[in-house]
């Protein structure tokens, strides 16, 4: 399934950041077998605990240039990022990365679509 995603840092007003990204969506068990490969735990509730954050979004930030598969995001200093390599090497699209990472290990909500 591939989506539109609108990453946390467009959808703050004073950011001056707007844009999306189109992603490829992991399967629950992919992205159980995300968390297990980063090192991370996940309770009963469903809910993401222990392990070492930083290894985790570290890892998860790798995994996730095979699911950016289209960027287009204007940053405050008027930069188009066009690329996953553009988000790697742009403090604003580091950002977005990161934000990405997270919804690959707790999943992406239809409202952040």
Known sequence: ????Y????CS???SGVTGSIEVKVPSLLTRYEY???????IDM?????GG???KAVKYLVGVAKDHVVSVDIKTADAKHLKSYDDL???PT??????????????GFAPGNA
Do not use: H, R, W, Y
Not at 1 to 4: A, G, R, S, Y
Not at 35 to 41: E, F, I, N, R
């Open 12 to 14: 703050e007003k004073d």
């Open 1 to 4: 399934m591939q989506i539109t």
């Open 52 to 54: 070492n954050l930083i």
């Open 6 to 9: 609108i990453p946390d840092v």
């Open 45 to 49: 509730s469903g809910e993401v605990k």
């Open 88 to 90: 790697m090497f742009d």
């Open 93 to 106: 699209g580091q950002g977005v990365l990161q934000d990405v990472a997270m919804k690959l290990m707790s």
């Open 35 to 41: 968390m297990d490969k980063a090192g991370m735990q």
